[in-house]
Structure formats: structure tokens, C-alpha cells
């Protein structure tokens, strides 16, 4: 664990629970999955942990009882940190968002949908919104066009989005051969199409290296990655310019459509691992 990247990020997020009344434990507690601080209120407890086998920060919540927490924990914002290619950048990057999920008007709302996700999957795989915000260490304007799609929609349409906002900065990000932030797209393209879920590991393969048009430039990203995500990956090739089903939309009330063509959505075949 990177102590300096923990010790950031409980700071920022002690500036704003402190004064909200939460309390912080003056000790690091031995999580079963790794370290973890906890901030005490009255009927409700966060924590900050990093996940040691999944090699990710996350904020937490659980209900405060006589006895202390209820220990059903409920994961509201997480983000990969690969102490290898990270650091205090990527450290401050999280820290804010911890803050935003915190002060969020929608936390409560964000509070429920983490525990139904935790309900229907057991296995936390992270999903395509995880996935785009851990690639804002490479793209910081994605943090904008994230949020400007969840504000909009009220699912968040993650092939759609992968299309329009992803595609064209890995494409452009591949023409860079040999560059640093091109090995460590390469890596998070790998890194979550081993950990994430059928979503992600779709995106990545059928939509982001699929889409990129000139194939030297694919083989700039591939030939970061492994031989044993490349053979994955050789299944995706078929799916190439495939025709998808349309993705279902539904924007939020209020907000009036602009949208152009019709958004689209995978099949579902992705190549088996």
C-alpha cells in the first residue's frame, strides 16, 4: 500500500466529515481486505479502505450501532490504484471524488443503488462507470463527460458512451507508440478486462480495440500487454463491425433530448477468457 496516497486521501476526506461531526478512529484497522480508516457518527460510519488483492481505494458505508458498525458495508465510490504507474496525482484525483460522492445532493440515491448492486453482485467485477472514471488518470476531461452523462440519463449508457467519448481518445492515445501514458492505458484496458465485469470486458474488447481503424496503432497498445490477454483478445477480431442492438435510453425528467443518431448496445458475446 502506498502510505503517503492513504494518508492524502483520509485528510481530505477528515477536512470535510470532521466537520459534519463523524469522528475519526486515530488507528488504522486490519480490514480482512487490507487497511482501512473509519470516521464514527451517530448512526452511520465511513470508511476509507484500501483493497489489497483488488488493488483499489474505496469509500464505504454502514449503520453505527451500541456495538459499533453493522459490518455490512456498502462500497459508494472505489477506484483502482496500481502503486507501480500511480501516485499523489492520481491519490488527489480520488480524494476528490471521495469528497464529491460525500457532498453529492444524490448520495442517499447512490447510497441505495450500492446496496442493491451489492445484493445482485456478489462478486463486486468493477462495472463500465468504474472503469471510465479509473481512465480519467489518463483522460482528465472524462471526468467532466461523466458526469454531464450522469446527470442527463438515468442508466448510464456505457457502450454509447464508451463510442463517443472513449474511443476517440484511446485511438488518438495508440497513435503515441512507445509513450508512458500509453502503457499505462494498455495496462488499465488489461487490468480491468481481467477484473471487470461482462460489460467492461465487452467494451474493451468489441468496442475500444475493435474500433481503432488503423491496426499499428492497435499493436502499439497491444504489445504492452500480455500474450495471455492478446490470445483473448484474438476471439474479439471476428466481432469486428458487427451490428449491435440499439441501447436503451432514458434521459432524466426535465432535461430536453439533443441526442443525434440512436445509441447502441453490445450483443452480449464477448470472447471467453
Same mark, same amino acid.
Given at each position: ?20 461531526g463523524?469522528?475519526? @478512529? ?10 482501512? !480508516?473509519?470516521?464514527? /457518527?451517530?448512526?452511520? %460510519?465511513?470508511? %476509507?479502505l ?8 474505496? +469509500?464505504? %458505508? ?16 472505489n477506484? *483502482? ?6 501516485? *499523489?496525482?492520481e491519490?488527489? =484525483? ?11 445532493? =444524490? ?14 453482485d456478489?462478486? $463486486?467485477?468493477?462495472? &463500465? !462507470?468504474?472503469?471510465?472514471?479509473? +481512465?480519467?488518470?489518463?483522460? &482528465?476531461?472524462?471526468?467532466?463527460? *461523466?458526469?454531464?452523462? %450522469? $446527470? ?11 463510442? @463517443?467519448?472513449?474511443?476517440?481518445? !484511446? ?6 507508440? /512507445? ?16 477484473? /471487470?465485469?461482462? #460489460?467492461?470486458?465487452?467494451?474493451? =474488447?468489441?468496442?475500444? +480495440?475493435?474500433?481503432?481503424? #488503423?491496426? /499499428? ?6 504489445e ?5 490477454? @492478446?490470445k483473448?483478445?484474438?476471439?474479439? +477480431?471476428?466481432? @469486428?463491425?458487427?451490428? !449491435?442492438? &440499439? ?11 439533443? =441526442? ?14
Amino acid at each position: 500500500m502506498n502510505q503517503k496516497a492513504f494518508d492524502l486521501i483520509v485528510s481530505k476526506l477528515a477536512n470535510v466529515l470532521e466537520p459534519k461531526g463523524f469522528q475519526r @478512529q486515530s488507528e488504522t484497522t486490519d480490514d480482512p481486505e487490507g487497511k482501512s !480508516v473509519l470516521f464514527i /457518527g451517530e448512526t452511520t %460510519v465511513y470508511s %476509507v479502505l484500501y483493497n489489497e488483492s483488488e488493488t483499489r481505494f474505496e +469509500l464505504r %458505508v454502514a449503520d453505527m450501532t451500541d456495538e459499533g458498525p453493522d459490518d455490512n458495508w456498502r462500497s459508494i465510490s472505489n477506484w *483502482i490504484f496500481d502503486e507501480e504507474h500511480d501516485g *499523489i496525482k492520481e491519490a488527489e =484525483s480520488i480524494a476528490n471524488d471521495f469528497i464529491e460522492t460525500f457532498q453529492g445532493a =444524490s448520495r442517499q440515491q447512490a447510497m441505495r443503488r450500492a446496496k442493491r448492486k451489492a445484493n445482485k453482485d456478489k462478486d $463486486n467485477n468493477p462495472d &463500465p !462507470v468504474f472503469f471510465f472514471k479509473r +481512465l480519467v488518470s489518463v483522460f &482528465p476531461e472524462l471526468k467532466e463527460e *461523466i458526469a454531464e452523462e %450522469v $446527470n442527463a440519463y438515468e442508466s448510464f449508457r456505457g457502450v454509447t458512451f464508451a463510442k @463517443q467519448f472513449v474511443l476517440p481518445k !484511446v485511438q488518438a492515445q495508440a497513435k503515441q507508440k /512507445g509513450a508512458d501514458s500509453t502503457k499505462k492505458l494498455a495496462t488499465l484496458m488489461e487490468d480491468f478486462y481481467k477484473n /471487470g465485469d461482462l #460489460d467492461v470486458r465487452s467494451i474493451i =474488447s468489441m468496442v475500444l +480495440l475493435n474500433g481503432i481503424t #488503423d491496426a /499499428g496503432d492497435r499493436s502499439n497498445l497491444l504489445e504492452h500487454m500480455s500474450p495471455t490477454f @492478446q490470445k483473448y483478445y484474438r476471439r474479439a +477480431l471476428p466481432y @469486428q463491425h458487427k451490428k !449491435v442492438r &440499439p441501447e436503451k435510453e432514458k434521459r432524466k425528467r426535465n432535461l430536453r433530448d439533443t =441526442s443525434g443518431d440512436a445509441p447502441e448496445r453490445l450483443s452480449g458475446k464477448i470472447p471467453k477468457r
